[in-house]
Structure formats: C-alpha cells, structure tokens
C-alpha cells in the first residue's frame, strides 16, 4: 500500500548540522500520526520540509504519490497540505472569519479581473467560502467569535483559530505543531476530540506533540526522531517500550535500569 504522505531520505543540513538526516516516513491515509521526539530532534524542520517552507539538501516529499519537493508551499496546499505552526500566527488586527478566509488563498478559482470587477461569479465564490469558512469555525468551536479581533481571542482560542484555518481548504492532510502547547488539560481534552474529528471527517492528521499522555491516547502510529533521524515508527504502545525511544529520552544509562528492572521476574 502506497502510503498517503511519504518523505524519502529527507535531509536538510545547516552550516556545522544535519536538522533532518535521511528520514523516510510514511503516513497512512485515515490515520492520526504523531511526531515525537526530544527538543532539537528535528520535527519543526522536518514539517517545514514537508509543507514547503524549507527547501530539503536532498530527498523527497510525495502526497498520493506525486512529488511536491520542488513546488512552493501555496502549491501544496491547493494539493491537499495544510499546517498550523509551533507559534501561534495569527493576523491579530484582522476578525476571525477574516483569518479563517486566508487559509482559502492558494484554492480560489476567481482571477484577478473577476475579483476587481466583482462579477456575479466572483460574488458567489466569495458568499460560498464564507460558508465554508464559518463551517470550519463551528468545527472547532469559534463560531460565536467569528466578527471578533484575532488578536483578542485567549491563546488557546487562537490555536483552534489557526486549525480552523488550516482545516477550511478540507486538506487530505493536515499537520499540527504542537496543537496542545500552552493549553490547560481541559482544553487539551477538547483537542483530543477536534484531532479524532478531523480525522474522521476524513483528513490525515500529522502533528508534532510533547504530551506523551495526549500522545498515546490519540495516536494510531508513533514515529519518533533524534538528532534528525528517525529511530522509531509504530504503534504507540510499542513505542512506549522500544529501547532506542527510552534512551532517546532518558539517556543511556536509565534507560538500561528500567530495561533491567522490567527483565526482572
Ligand atoms: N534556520 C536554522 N539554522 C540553523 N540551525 C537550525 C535552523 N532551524 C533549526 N535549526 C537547528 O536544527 C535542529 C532541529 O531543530 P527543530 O527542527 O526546530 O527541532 P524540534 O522541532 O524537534 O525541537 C536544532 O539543533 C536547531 O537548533
Ligand atoms: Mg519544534
């Protein structure tokens, strides 16, 4: 089975480090896969690479198959990639519904002289992405905020407001930088049930998260990264007892205690 999203030996060096050294992971369609690893492994560059915003030193990125490497990021979205970043970028002087219609850019069909003309076929587009725009709003549970300053809105708010607009394009897959950073545990239980959502409306979700509990809860594949290679890529209940995943972590030697204490009758 060709897996929906494939990165084949991914490598994006910086002057004196490899961020990605030669990673080939594979997404499955319909799945939720996490990104883990400790800081500095590589999982923001990695995303970068993937939805275009770095260009890799060598390998590729393929969706369904075809080769995206060389295109640029709006091209990928119009394509099926949508992302969120690990900071919050939201423009916060714009309202919310307004936020959420800049995820629809890299998709609009009108061109130029229909946008400046207003033509009838121009206004119809506009009042279908608006719908569009408010559905995906009330997915994430913004949809009373909509006329409201970006800017405004409490910092979990704006992360929901940011995979809203990831989500308004309907991408076959999105991915999600650390979704449940800087959330309270209730907010981060309302994500877990947003990702299963997403998810079973039929869009891959691949996100990078710290939460090990939101992790394992969510998860149905686990590919872990350290020092820009990818170590570990399974189920996440296997990932929780690999060696190569607890030394990653914990370093060499507690790592080796609690394989010693778990050998133990
Ligand atoms: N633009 C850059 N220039 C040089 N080094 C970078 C750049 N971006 C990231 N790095 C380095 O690449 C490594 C991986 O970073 P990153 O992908 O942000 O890791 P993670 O998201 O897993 O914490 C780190 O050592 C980081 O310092
Ligand atoms: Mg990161």
């Known amino acids: 089975m060709t897996a929906l999203l494939q990165t084949q030996g991914l490598t994006r060096r910086y002057a004196g480090l490899i961020a990605v050294d030669g990673v080939d992971m594979a997404v499955q369609a319909g799945s939720v896969h996490a990104l883990i690893g400790p800081n500095g492994a590589g999982k923001t560059t990695l995303f970068n690479l993937i939805s275009g915003l770095e260009i890799p030193s060598s390998g590729t990125v393929r969706l369904r198959g075809q080769d995206l490497t060389a ?15 690990q900071n919050v970028r939201v423009f916060a002087a714009m309202t ?8 629809l850019h890299p998709c609009r069909a009108a061109g130029l002289a229909a946008t ?11 009042r279908a992405l608006v719908e569009r725009a408010r559905a995906a709003l009330d997915m994430v549970g913004l949809a ?34 650390e979704p449940a950073a800087g959330m309270n545990p209730a907010e981060t239980e309302t994500l877990a049930g947003l990702v299963r959502r997403i998810r079973d409306l039929g869009t891959t979700v691949l996100l990078v998260e710290h939460d090990m509990g939101f992790v394992m809860d ?32 914990l370093g060499h030697k507690v790592a080796a205690r609690l394989a010693a204490r778990v050998q133990r009758p």
């Open 116 to 126: 400046i003309l207003r033509t009838p076929r121009f206004r119809r587009e506009e």
């Open 218 to 249: 969510i998860s149905d594949t686990v590919t872990v990264l350290n020092f820009g290679r990818l170590i570990f890529s399974g189920a996440p209940a296997a990932a929780r007892q690999a060696p190569e995943v607890l030394e990653a972590y």
């Open 144 to 177: 009373a905020r909509a006329g409201e300053r970006a800017g405004g809105l409490s910092y979990g708010d704006q992360r929901r407001l940011e995979i809203a607009r990831a989500m308004v394009p309907e991408p076959a897959v999105v991915l999600l930088d």
């Open 96 to 103: 919310v519904l307004e936020n959420v219609l800049t995820g």
């Open 71 to 85: 295109l640029p990021a709006d091209r990928r979205t119009a394509l099926g990639l949508a992302r969120t970043f």
